[in-house]
């Protein structure tokens, strides 16, 4: 769920960012392959550009954002959880794709960021 930066993975950011180090010498300042330190370096920007849109995208598995934004056609609804808490959990069962796991995850968001009480009752709220 939500992730937090290692020293390591802050490091690589650093280098990479503002002192423009290339991958190799990351990873041989750091004891990793180049390749480590660039999946470090591309997973900490994705986690960042996911951390603009507010704690409930943070929080979401990466399966629930990314059939969020397949079905609404924009990550930007990963910023509305006010939206989705409106539409209710029984009419999001309907989407394609959108399955009883997804939905769940989706409430429990809703729940631990303060959109929704109750995430059973949200879950069987017919709108």
């Given at each position: 769920m939500?992730?937090?930066?290692?020293?390591?993975e802050?490091l690589?950011?650093?280098?990479?960012?503002?002192?423009g180090?290339?991958f190799?010498?990351i990873?041989?300042m750091?004891?990793?392959?180049?390749?480590?330190?660039?999946?470090i370096?591309?997973?900490?920007?994705?986690?960042?550009?996911?951390e603009?849109?507010?704690?409930?995208?943070v929080?979401?598995?990466?399966?629930c954002?990314g059939?969020?934004?397949?079905?609404?056609?924009?990550?930007d609804i990963l910023?509305?959880?006010?939206k989705?808490?409106?539409?209710?959990?029984?009419?999001?069962?309907?989407?394609?794709?959108?399955?009883?796991?997804?939905?769940?995850?989706i409430?429990?968001?809703?729940h631990?960021?303060g959109?929704?009480?109750?995430?059973?009752?949200?879950l069987n709220?017919?709108?």
């Open positions: 939500g992730q937090q930066m290692n020293d390591q802050k690589v950011l650093t280098k990479r960012d503002e002192e180090c290339t190799t010498k990873g041989s750091l004891g990793i392959t180049p390749q480590r330190a660039r999946d370096y591309i997973r900490q920007k994705e986690l960042r550009k996911i603009a849109y507010g704690p409930f995208a929080i979401l598995p990466p399966v954002r059939r969020l934004t397949i079905h609404f056609g924009t990550p910023g509305r959880p006010d989705l808490a409106a539409m209710g959990g029984y009419k999001m069962l309907g989407l394609a794709y959108f399955g009883t796991w997804t939905v769940t995850q409430a429990e968001a809703l631990k960021t959109y929704i009480d109750n995430p059973k009752r949200w709220r017919k709108r």
